[in-house]
């Protein structure tokens, strides 16, 4: 058994960009490590076999988040990764060649950032509607048509303001719900 170096294993702990380590790195003795990059490694070769671009570097940056879905346990997926099951789950699509793929959030976040963003508001507003949506999930929502230029821009001046009218309060919570009620998560 060959022994992966600290330095080995700090690469592959910061995940994605690690596809192109030396083997040794994916023997830790460490068996959760071990499944940690397994599972990163697979990742990294799915997309790959359905990108452009012939490196992980260059190729995550042809993906684009186009939906987001939470399913119960019951529709469970799988991700690309091999995680068993996923319930976040993100619709990303090839600027390139159209390809589709279904991805589990805690996979997604390590390219595109903004799909953990909006679960987490679209949660914590749920919870809360006089809490802010921030800026993702906003230009999602215009993104996706859900909302207009007008609702957009008027959100995002006024969502980090403390005193508003009570007219834009209310405003500002119809935009909210058109999103709540528009987003499958
Ligand atoms: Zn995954």
């Known amino acids: 058994m060959v022994e992966s170096t600290a330095f080995e294993k700090r690469q592959a702990r910061k995940g994605l960009g690690s596809s192109n380590l030396p083997l040794s790195a994916v023997i830790g003795e460490d068996g959760k490590y071990k499944l940690k990059f397994m599972s990163q490694f697979q990742l990294?070769?799915?997309?790959?076999?359905?990108?452009?671009?012939?490196?992980?570097?260059?190729?995550?940056?042809?993906?684009?988040?186009i939906d987001l879905e939470k399913v119960s346990e019951k529709?469970?997926?799988?991700?690309?990764?091999?995680?068993?099951?996923i319930l976040e789950i993100c619709i990303i699509q090839n600027k390139i060649n159209n390809n589709i793929a279904?991805?589990?959030?805690?996979?997604?976040?390590?390219?595109?950032?903004?799909?953990?963003?909006?679960?987490?508001?679209?949660?914590?507003?749920?919870?809360?509607i006089d809490k802010s949506l921030n800026a993702e999930t906003i230009d999602f929502a215009f993104e996706k048509k859900w909302i207009n230029e007008w609702e957009k821009n008027f959100y995002l001046n006024i969502f980090r303001k403390r005193n508003i009218s009570d007219k834009q309060?209310?405003?500002?919570?119809?935009?909210?719900?058109?999103?709540?009620?528009?987003?499958k998560i």
């Open 44 to 65: 990294t070769t799915e997309l790959l076999k359905i990108s452009s671009s012939q490196t992980w570097d260059e190729a995550k940056l042809e993906w684009n988040l």
């Open 75 to 85: 529709e469970s997926e799988v991700c690309l990764c091999g995680k068993d099951p």
């Open 102 to 128: 279904r991805v589990g959030n805690s996979c997604v976040k390590k390219f595109i950032n903004k799909a953990d963003k909006i679960f987490r508001s679209i949660s914590q507003v749920k919870k809360n």
């Open 169 to 183: 309060k209310e405003y500002k919570t119809s935009i909210a719900k058109k999103i709540l009620n528009s987003i």
